[in-house]
């Protein structure tokens, strides 16, 4: 299993208030990226990290924010919540040599009451 | 704008029960087209890569199969072990960051 670990892996919030996942990886790989799925949508794409300091946008980034000031982790924050941000958040790593696959860490599923 | 439909949404097969699931996509041009399989509770697990129309890959009961419009994932001999949610991705050759667009995925259910 490719070594990623995302935290926590359960959280409850209320509405308003911030929130942030954490993605860490072993593999020192160049892309990182932030995916939510919903049921009747999908895996979409947040966020990802072609590099340190190095972020763009996905198709569903409103009201998401991303940092990444180390190789190994890649951090989403909710600045304020919303029950539209109820979702299982799974981060992905990629080489991004050639055509190199996504490799999922195991999610975090957030729950905004 | 990619977009990927896999079909059928469920599917209940009896083990020993071979079938096939759908891929259809549409991109702009195809860089590559992923075959994942997610465990309920757990992150997607990634199964075949393929690159071009014609293409075949193979994993123990599992086959992937790429034309210029669809992928076919063919289970031969079912086992309940293979009751599993299988995604099917497209990555294309102008999108940045070796993103992947996905499609909903097709719940496959082995019975014994």
């Known amino acids: 299993d490719a070594g990623i670990t995302q935290s926590p892996r359960h959280k409850v919030t209320e509405t308003g208030t911030p929130v942030t996942l954490r993605c860490h990886q072993t593999?020192?790989?160049?892309?990182m990226y932030w995916y939510r799925q919903d049921p009747g949508h999908g895996l979409r794409l947040i966020h990802y990290?072609?590099?340190?300091?190095?972020?763009d946008k996905g198709e569903v980034s409103d009201g998401y924010s991303v940092s990444r000031s180390k190789t190994e982790d890649f951090l989403l924050t909710l600045e304020s919540a919303t029950s539209s941000q109820t979702s299982v958040y799974f981060c992905?790593?990629?080489?991004?040599?050639?055509?190199?696959?996504?490799?999922f860490g195991n999610g975090t599923r957030l729950t905004v009451t | 704008e990619d977009q990927v439909t896999q079909s059928p949404e469920a599917l209940r097969l009896q083990e020993g029960e071979s079938s096939s699931l759908n891929c259809s996509y549409t991109?702009?041009?195809?860089?590559?087209l992923f075959w994942y399989r997610q465990d309920p509770g757990k992150g997607p697990e990634f199964l075949f890569t393929?690159?071009?129309a014609g293409e075949e890959k193979e994993k123990e009961r599992l086959k992937a199969t790429l034309t210029k419009k669809e992928s076919f994932l063919h289970i031969t001999a079912p086992k309940p072990e293979d009751s599993a949610t299988y995604l099917c991705?497209?990555?294309?050759?102008?999108?940045?960051?070796?993103?992947?667009?996905f499609g909903e995925g097709t719940q496959l259910t082995v019975n014994p």
């Open positions: 992905a790593i990629s080489s991004g040599t050639g055509l190199s696959p996504l490799h």
């Open positions: 593999e020192n790989h160049r892309y």
């Open positions: 990290s072609y590099g340190v300091k190095d972020t």
């Open positions: 991109v702009s041009g195809l860089r590559g």
């Open positions: 393929l690159y071009s």
């Open positions: 991705a497209v990555q294309a050759w102008e999108t940045s960051g070796s993103r992947l667009t």
